[in-house]
C-alpha cells in the first residue's frame, strides 16, 4: 500500500483506472490521482469517448452481469465481420419500438438509423442501471421518453430529486422528405405539449425544498396541475388557513394579515419560500398571477410573464388590481406583444424593492383621454427600466426623482424594435399636458385629463443609456442631460408613417436657462451649455431640423460621439461635414 501510495511517474490514467477497479482500499488512493485535474479528458479530444466509456464501465463494474442489458456487455465497434453476426441477434428491439423492419434489411454499414437506435438503448440502459442503486440520493436525472413508463414503479425512492431533464428520443427526421415534411415538427411539438405533459407532470413527485418555479418544472411544484383556471387556488386556500391559524393575526383583504407573524406551532402551514415564477406562453389568465402574487407575496422576488402570441387586435389585460404589498420584489417583466397591459394605479407602490422593471405590451395607437397615469412612488433600488407600450404612457415621472442608481432608462409609445411610432396629433398631446411643456400649469391653462407634466431635471448619475420614442422623444428636452453626466447613449426617435413631426432644434435646447443655473458659473453664457462628455451614440431619427449655426456647439456639446446617426438632420451636409 506505500508503494501505491507514492505518485505514479508515469501519470497514467488507463493505469489508476485499473487500480480503482480492483478494490476499494487501492480505489481510495488512485482516485484523488485520476480526478485531480477532471478537465484533462477534455483536452484529449481524440480520446474522449474511449476515456468516457472506461469511467462508465468503472462505474458499472459492481453490478452484477446478469442484472445488465445485453446492449451495455456489447463491445460499441461496427465493423464487417461483426456487424451481420451478433449485432442482428441485439437489435431486435426495433421491432418492438415498432420500426418498419426495412430498415434493418438495408447494409448495415451504412445505416445511421440501425447505429442511432443502438445508442438510445446503450444510453437508456446506462442511466437506469447507474440510478436505481442510488435513487434516494439522486438531486438531478435524466430519463429518456421512450423509458418514463419504468420510473413509475420507483417514484416513491425520489425523495430528493430537484430537476428532471426529459429526453426526446423518439422523433425520426427524414431528410429526403424535409420539404414535404415543413409542418411536421410543430405539430410534433403541440402533440407533446397538449397529449403528454400533463401526465407527466401528474406522475412526478413534488421537488426537494424548491425554491423557483420555471417552464420545465412548475407543474411538478403544483401536484400535477396546469395553467388552467384555478390552477393557484390551492395556493391561496394554504396561506389563508395559515393566517386563521392561532397566532397569525386579524385577517386582511382577501384574508391577508400584513406584518404577521406565524408562530411555532403554526409554522408548519407556510406555503414553499417561492423566490422565482417564470411562465413562458402564458394564456393570459390573470386570477392565476393574481393569486401567486398574493400567496408568496413575502417571499416572492422575480416574476417573469411572456404572454402566448396570438393574432388580431391587441386584447386589453388589467394587471395588479387588488394585489398586496411585494416587499422583496426586486424584478418584474412582462411581455405581451399581442395585448395592452393596464397596470393597476398603485402596483408600483406596493413593490418598493424594485430593480428592474420592464412591460412590453402590443400598444401601437392609442388617444390620450383614456391614459391614466399611475401613482408617484419612490424607487431608490431600481437599475433597470424598460417600458414600451401602455406602460410608459402611464408612467409617472416622479419616480425619476428617487432613482440614484438607474442606469438604463427607455421609454418608448410603442414596440422600440420598430422604427415606425405613433404620436398623437399635437393639440391633442399639449390639451393632455394642459397645453405646457414642461414647468407648473399656469392658472388660466385647460385643465386636461391629469397626466402630471415632466420636468426634466433629474438627477441621474449613473444613467448610461437613454431611449425615447413617440411623444416622449417628441417632448424631451436636452437639459435633462445634465444630471446625466455618465450618459453613454441617446436614442430619439419621432419617425411616424406619415412624417408629419418635425423637431426644430434651436438654441435654446443647447443652453441652461438663467432661473435654471445653479451656479455662478452656469451665469455666463458658456457656463449655461449643455455638455454630454462622456456620449459616445446619438441617435435622432425623424425630421429634426438643425440650423448650420448651431452646429458648432452641438459638436462641443457631444464631444466624443464615435457614432451620430444624424439621417434626416436639417443642415447641410457641407455644413456638418466641416464640424465632424
Request: net charge negative; charged share 20%.
Amino acid at each position: 500500500m506505500q508503494i501505491i501510495a507514492d505518485p505514479p511517474t508515469s501519470d497514467s490514467a488507463a493505469t489508476l483506472a485499473a487500480l480503482a477497479r480492483v478494490n476499494r482500499y487501492t480505489s481510495i488512493i488512485a482516485l484523488p490521482f485520476l480526478y485531480r485535474n477532471p478537465f484533462k479528458l477534455v483536452a484529449k479530444a481524440i480520446n474522449s469517448y474511449l476515456w468516457t466509456r472506461m469511467l462508465i464501465q468503472t462505474l458499472l463494474a459492481h453490478i452484477p452481469v446478469t442484472e445488465l442489458h445485453p446492449a451495455l456487455s456489447f463491445e460499441m465497434g461496427l465493423n464487417d465481420a461483426t456487424t451481420a453476426g451478433p449485432l442482428s441477434l441485439r437489435l431486435e428491439y426495433l421491432h418492438i419500438r415498432r420500426l418498419p423492419s426495412s430498415y434493418i434489411n438495408k447494409d448495415r454499414r451504412k445505416e445511421s438509423l440501425l447505429w442511432s437506435s443502438y445508442q438510445v438503448v446503450v444510453f437508456r440502459e446506462t442511466i437506469w442501471a447507474l440510478a436505481i442503486p442510488v435513487l434516494e440520493q439522486l438531486e438531478t436525472l435524466s430519463i429518456l421518453l421512450s423509458d418514463i413508463r419504468r420510473y413509475f414503479k420507483v417514484i416513491d425512492r425520489l425523495s430528493k430529486l430537484e430537476q428532471i431533464d426529459f429526453v426526446m428520443d423518439e422523433v425520426y427526421e427524414d431528410s429526403t422528405e424535409a420539404d414535404m415534411l415543413s409542418t411536421t415538427s410543430g405539430s410534433r411539438n403541440v402533440v407533446m405539449q397538449e397529449m403528454a405533459e400533463r401526465l407527466i407532470y401528474k406522475a412526478l413527485p413534488p421537488l426537494h425544498k424548491p425554491k423557483m418555479i420555471t417552464n420545465s418544472n412548475w407543474g411538478r411544484h403544483l401536484s400535477g396541475v396546469t395553467a388552467d383556471k384555478g390552477a393557484f387556488d390551492w395556493a391561496v386556500q394554504e396561506k389563508r388557513k395559515s393566517l386563521c391559524a392561532p397566532g397569525s393575526g386579524s385577517i386582511g383583504r382577501f384574508g391577508d394579515s400584513q406584518g404577521s407573524q406565524s408562530t411555532p406551532a403554526t409554522r408548519q402551514l407556510d406555503l414553499v419560500p417561492l423566490e422565482g415564477v417564470t411562465l413562458y406562453d402564458y394564456r393570459g389568465l390573470i386570477d392565476e398571477v393574481d393569486n401567486i402574487a398574493y400567496a408568496f407575496s413575502q417571499t416572492l422576488r422575480c416574476l417573469v410573464i411572456d404572454f402566448e402570441l396570438v393574432q388580431g387586435q391587441p386584447t386589453t389585460i388589467q394587471f395588479g388590481q387588488g394585489w398586496v404589498e411585494l416587499p422583496v420584489m426586486t424584478n418584474l417583466i412582462l411581455k405581451a406583444r399581442c395585448h395592452r397591459l393596464v397596470l393597476d394605479p398603485m402596483l408600483l407602490t406596493l413593490c418598493p424593492s424594485l430593480s428592474e422593471f420592464e412591460i412590453i405590451d402590443g400598444t401601437t395607437e392609442y388617444q390620450c383621454k383614456d391614459i391614466e397615469p399611475c401613482l408617484p412612488v419612490c424607487l431608490p433600488k431600481l437599475e433597470i427600466l424598460d417600458l414600451q407600450g401602455w406602460a410608459a404612457l402611464t408612467f409617472h415621472p416622479a419616480a425619476l426623482d428617487s432613482a440614484p442608481l438607474l442606469r438604463y432608462l427607455a421609454l418608448c409609445s410603442s414596440n422600440s424594435s420598430e422604427r415606425v411610432c405613433f404620436i398623437p396629433p399635437k393639440e391633442e398631446l399639449d390639451r393632455s399636458y394642459g397645453g405646457f411643456d414642461d414647468g407648473p400649469k399656469s392658472q388660466t391653462a385647460t385643465p386636461g385629463p391629469g397626466r402630471p407634466l415632466w420636468t426634466w431635471d433629474w438627477r441621474l448619475p449613473m444613467l448610461t443609456y437613454l431611449e425615447f420614442n413617440g411623444e416622449f422623444a417628441m417632448r424631451f428636452q436636452f437639459r435633462m442631460l445634465v444630471g446625466c453626466p455618465s450618459l453613454k447613449t441617446l436614442s430619439l426617435n419621432i419617425y411616424t408613417a406619415d412624417e408629419q413631426y418635425t423637431r426644430v432644434l434651436s438654441h435654446a435646447d443647447f443652453f441652461l436657462s438663467p432661473d435654471d443655473a445653479t451656479s455662478e458659473q452656469q451665469l455666463s453664457l458658456e457656463g449655461r451649455a449643455i455638455v454630454a462628455k462622456c456620449l459616445t451614440m446619438l441617435t435622432l431619427d425623424g425630421l429634426w431640423v438643425v440650423d448650420d449655426t448651431l452646429l458648432p456647439h452641438l459638436v462641443h456639446a457631444f464631444l466624443n460621439p464615435r457614432q451620430r446617426n444624424v439621417l434626416n438632420w436639417g443642415c447641410t451636409l457641407g455644413a456638418f461635414a466641416q464640424r465632424i
